[in-house]
């Protein structure tokens, strides 16, 4: 299996556009988190799913941003509109049942100027 | 989920076990003891989970004390290349909210030559 597969790796934009994070979990993971990591606070949990359900949204920061998970194989992360505080990077993972080991992804870094 | 408490830095000498502490004095009855670590720039790495009794799997042996209110993670022949941040994360397993990771500040281990 190829993991966590996050796209783009690397996101360079201006304040006000809107940025899109894609994630594509294992194959098989019925949960998919969204994380965020900053040097000021450390590794957040955004958000994450079950069976592509919201189960737990109380870590996102704000109405800016919004995430989707219309099927079991792709999920988006979304900012809008971004502004330089949301420079970070934001992680995918995926796992089988709640309990288990979670895999993440090589993370986006995002930069908004 | 219950808090941990874990030292800021540890060094240790390559070749050398490596043992990092954690403090979690108001863990619950239902609560694992799980550990990832975070080698520099890359996503979390899920080592070792454990509840009361003593794990070992080919990464690394979990030690939890018997009251359970700290645990030690222990990589028993250190190399460079386990230098990475170390979390140590309590939460229940499983349950509508038992996939949530909360990560702490971690241990930032180097291994030295």
């Known amino acids: 299996d190829a993991g966590v597969i996050q796209s783009p790796r690397h996101e360079v934009t201006e304040m006000g556009q809107e940025v899109t994070l894609r994630c594509k979990p294992i194959?098989?993971?019925?949960?998919l988190f969204w994380y965020r990591q900053t040097m000021m606070r450390g590794l957040e949990l955004l958000i994450y799913?079950?069976?592509?359900?919201?189960?737990?949204d109380s870590g996102m920061p704000e109405d800016r941003f919004s995430a989707k998970m219309p099927n079991a194989s792709f999920s988006t992360l979304k900012i809008q509109p971004s502004e330089p505080r949301d420079s970070a990077v934001y992680f995918c993972?995926?796992?089988?049942?709640?309990?288990?080991?979670?895999?993440f992804g090589p993370g986006t870094r995002l930069t908004v100027l | 989920d219950a808090k941990t408490t874990q030292p800021t830095s540890m060094d240790c000498a390559e070749g050398r076990a490596a043992n990092l502490p954690c403090n979690h004095s108001?863990?619950?009855?239902?609560?694992?003891v799980y550990w990832y670590r975070q080698i520099h720039s890359q996503g979390p790495q899920y080592i070792i989970h454990?509840?009361?009794n003593n794990e070992t799997n080919e990464m690394a042996s979990l030690i939890i004390t018997e009251d359970r209110k700290s645990s030690t993670l222990i990589l028993p022949h250190a190399t460079l290349r386990d230098t990475a941040v170390y979390y140590c994360?309590?939460?229940?397993?499983?349950?509508?909210?038992?996939?949530?990771?909360?990560f702490g500040q971690g241990t930032e281990l180097s291994v030295k030559p």
């Open positions: 993972a995926s796992s089988r049942g709640a309990g288990n080991e979670q895999f």
């Open positions: 194959s098989g993971h019925d949960y």
């Open positions: 799913f079950n069976n592509n359900v919201p189960i737990d």
């Open positions: 108001t863990i619950s009855g239902n609560e694992y």
């Open positions: 454990g509840l009361k």
């Open positions: 994360i309590v939460r229940v397993y499983g349950g509508n909210q038992g996939g949530k990771l909360i």
